[in-house]
């Protein structure tokens, strides 16, 4: 009998995450279980992966990402019929940052689902696998979390929490089976960045990111950056003396 | 935005389609008219809409079901043949038909009712589709097939986009043995010569197709190349290693220079190794899907494909009358590929493949020079009751589309009035 990987994605209708599950799923069968905020969006994928790897078992759960109670439900219940390699948490959204700086409400949505929620799942996924000391964290940030910025700095603080969330539990972690991953992808072209291709941005190829992070997840690297140029501009970005930065339009 | 033909990028309000429900929505609420584009690997402009709305299909990105013992399978419109193809060869079975690349969405395979090199065996891509559900902007659901709504779908099937944006298909596969192929190419030196080996290998060779000189004037000397899938498996899938053409060269590489002796080269190492052989599927169908981007070769100015169809009846006579002025033109390219249609009928009304032999071949863009060089072969397709491709076309004149799709009036009737291209502004006056 071979042994199926359990793999779960929060966020499963987000492109990179799909993509990352259909590497997962091409060479070896695996136990995919899908969360999303939509069950008529991620039963798509879901659809979609089932034919691409009939033997490969594929769940869907629809849940709330902004309710503490819902996350930890939900996380509690995937551990019951056993434990989970790996858990991908991919959702979030691209606020408009001006409408942010406008409508607080919007502003705090935009927190909450990039920031906050991905935390509490990653600590949800921590609880339960300290216990059994085994599997594997990743959770999607962005570059954009690595210096605030005024065309973003809203979605670009949010990557941010979690970034400093995932650097914590990998210090919690450090020297057990429990291993966290931190993936900074560059723009990428997805739907949600679908408005700034067509004003002539660069975007890295979906597949070109996916396979990066699912070889990352492999090799249990703390940080990833997808493509990996990214480090490079971002070691410059970081660096740069605020003087300067503060004349550059980013 | 351009097409693959590269003869200039014009504006366009670019809306993705993010999945079959939404693009009931996403179409209807627009004030501009659209219209679908696939992956844009049309020629022309069938894909273009200059100052108008683009709905992109790349995100309808979906299998919906497959199942492995009837060969059915069920997708999203912007899924690409590549994608199927992959997916479905390890379990026996393949698309029935392919073009000349794979990357290629099936919504675009299905409006433009493209052919492969299989045509005498297994018809038009419209022939294995056995339902699509198309969208129109005022809202409509129209779900049909061969059977149902069959004039729905006749109008759909080659139909351009022009009647709606479909979402979904339904595909009947074929099995196969292999994915690779017993292949055999042999050298002729005439057309007479060709049609001879087309009508000999059509009785019991699937695939066929023909590069033809066109440079050298001695006559349409070329290469016959034939292939059957092979009984067994088993072998190696060769790794795929891709190159990109890099970047757009400021002038065009193909000119008088490089193409007289590329012709030469080509014909003659080729006719040393000709005979039998074994090919994976892959590099049969599309030998050019390894190098990206090659449309940028022809430079800034772009390049015109010029693809028509002969009834068997004028086929010798319009061919060889085309490649004396292709030869005294001096133009003419590297691509230059002969086939033949089979009987087999198209069922959209505007769907190219007749039966007849059909002749395609690039021409980077000198123009009027150029245009004058098409006048002439436009005049030849006309007298011989030929037809040009539309997906290729970008210049054809209304009076040749007219002439050559005696079924447009019928057609027209169910066009979506909110659907507009720079094609049927073109040729059909909206
Ligand atoms: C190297 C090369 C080789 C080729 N070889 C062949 C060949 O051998 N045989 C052949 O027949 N063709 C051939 N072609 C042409 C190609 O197969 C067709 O142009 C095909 O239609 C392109 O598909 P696409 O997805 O790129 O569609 P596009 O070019 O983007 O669009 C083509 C048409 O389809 C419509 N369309 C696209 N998606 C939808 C949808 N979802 N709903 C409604 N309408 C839609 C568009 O409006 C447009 O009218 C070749 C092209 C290249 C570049």
């Known amino acids: 009998m071979d042994i199926k990987k359990k793999i779960v994605i929060v966020g ?42 009939p033997r490969s078992d594929i769940q869907v759960i629809e849940t709330e990402f902004l309710s503490s109670e819902a996350i930890d439900t939900t ?68 570059v954009a979390g690595d210096r605030g910025r005024r065309s973003n700095y809203v979605y670009g603080a949010a990557k941010g929490l979690v970034n400093r969330y995932a650097q914590g539990l990998n210090h919690r972690f450090s020297g057990t089976n429990v291993k966290v991953v931190f993936i900074k992808p560059g723009p990428t072209d997805t739907p949600m960045t679908a408005h700034l291709k067509s004003t002539g941005a660069k975007l890295a190829p979906v597949e070109t990111v996916a396979r990066q992070i699912v070889d990352g997840i492999d090799s249990a690297k703390p940080v990833i950056y997808a493509p990996r140029k990214w480090w490079t501009i971002m070691m410059i970005i970081r660096h740069l003396p605020t003087f300067i930065f503060n004349k550059i339009n980013i | 935005m351009t097409s693959w033909g590269r003869l200039g990028a014009t504006p366009h309000n ?124 005022d809202g409509e659901v129209i779900s049909c097939g061969p059977e149902n709504e069959p ?42 010569e060709f049609f001879q080996l087309a009508d000999d290998s059509e009785t019991h060779c699937e695939y066929t197709v023909s590069w033809i000189d066109c440079i ?35 002038v065009s590489l193909v ?54 169809v002969i009834p068997r009846r004028f086929a010798y006579d319009a061919i060889e009358e085309m490649l004396k002025e292709i030869a005294r033109s001096g ?3 590297f691509l230059a590929v002969l086939k033949t249609f089979g009987n087999r009928q198209s069922l959209g009304m505007m769907s190219f493949p007749m039966s007849g032999a059909t002749l395609a071949l690039d021409f980077p863009n000198h123009g009027n020079r150029t245009h004058k060089l098409f006048e002439r072969l436009d005049a030849i397709v006309c007298e011989a009751s030929g037809r040009i ?8 004149p209304r009076d040749v589309f007219e002439a050559g799709f005696p079924r447009l009036n019928e057609f027209m009737k169910f066009r979506d009035p909110g659907i507009s291209s720079g094609l049927s502004r073109r040729l059909m006056g909206s």
């Open chain 1, 75 to 142: 996380v509690n219940s995937l551990f019951k019929s056993g434990v989970v390699d790996i858990a991908l948490i991919a959702h979030g959204s691209l606020p408009d940052q001006v409408e942010c700086q406008a409508n607080l409400h919007l502003c705090q949505d935009a927190l909450c689902i990039n920031g906050v929620s991905p935390a509490l799942y990653a600590e949800a996924f921590a609880k339960e696998m300290e216990k059994v000391n085994h599997g594997t964290i990743a959770i999607i940030g962005s």
């Open chain 2, 216 to 250: 050298s004037g001695v006559g349409g000397r070329g290469l016959f190349m034939r292939g059957n899938h092979a009984d067994g498996g088993g072998r190696k899938v060769p790794k795929s290693s891709k190159l990109t053409i890099p970047f757009v060269p400021p």
């Open chain 2, 389 to 396: 491709y539309p997906a290729k076309d970008a210049r054809m």
């Open chain 2, 255 to 308: 000119n008088k220079l490089s193409l007289r002796p590329f012709n030469m080269a080509y014909f003659h190492l080729n006719k040393w190794k000709a005979g039998k052989g074994s090919a994976y599927y892959e590099s049969f169908f599309c030998p050019l899907d390894n190098l990206l981007e090659w449309n940028r070769m022809y430079g800034p100015k772009g390049f015109y494909q010029y693809q028509s």
């Open chain 2, 14 to 137: 670019v809306v993705p389609l993010r999945d079959p429900v939404d693009t009931r929505f996403a179409i209807s609420h627009q004030n501009h008219r659209g219209v679908a584009r696939g992956m844009g690997r049309s020629y022309g402009d069938v894909c273009l809409n200059p100052g108008g709305t683009l709905w992109t299909t790349e995100k309808l990105n979906k299998f919906i079901s497959f199942n492995t013992n009837n060969g059915r399978l069920r997708c999203e419109a912007g899924v690409l043949l590549r994608d199927i193809q992959r997916m479905v060869i390890p379990y026996g079975w393949a698309l029935p038909v392919t073009p000349g690349t794979q990357v290629v969405s099936v919504g675009g395979a299905i409006a433009n009712d493209v052919h492969g090199k299989n045509h005498h065996v297994h018809g038009s891509f419209g022939n294995h589709v056995k339902k699509i559900c198309l969208v129109r902007t």
């Open chain 2, 331 to 333: 133009d003419g390219s």
């Open chain 2, 151 to 192: 004039d729905w779908f006749a109008a759909t099937v080659g139909g351009m986009g022009l009647t709606g944006v479909i979402t979904q298909a339904e595909i009947q596969l074929r099995r196969v043995a292999s994915p690779w192929l017993d292949t055999e190419t042999i050298a002729f030196a005439n057309l007479s």
């Open chain 1, 12 to 53: 499963a209708t987000s492109a990179i995450a799909e993509h990352c599950a259909r590497l997962w799923i091409s060479p070896h069968p695996s136990h995919l279980i899908l969360i999303g905020r939509d069950a008529a969006r991620v039963n798509r994928v879901a659809a979609d992966l089932k034919v691409r790897s």
